[in-house]
């Protein structure tokens, strides 16, 4: 009988811009992350960096609650636009 780790409880990322110098207020929100402000790139890639972090925890079949946080930068890092 294997023992499941109990959940930490609710999780959620939140990126925050702070390039953003042509006044467009940027916000993205999703199930368990929200993006606030930067430039129009640095929003794109904080959003891109989000979504493929939750594609990799789908396929590890993980929830982000779940993920020890040296593991989540790990996967952050590699999930990040060069």
Aim: aromatic letters at 2%; glycine letters at 10%; a positive charge.
């Amino acid at each position: 009988m294997s023992k499941k780790k109990p959940s930490r409880g609710p999780a959620a990322l939140l990126g925050l811009g702070l390039d953003n110098d042509d006044g467009h207020k940027r916000v993205t929100t999703g199930e368990q992350f929200a993006i606030v402000g930067g430039s129009a790139e640095t929003h794109e890639r904080m959003t891109e960096t989000v979504v493929k972090t939750f594609e990799v925890l789908k396929s590890r079949g993980k929830h982000l609650a779940e993920v020890r946080p040296v593991e989540l930068a790990d996967i952050i890092k590699k999930a990040s636009p060069r």
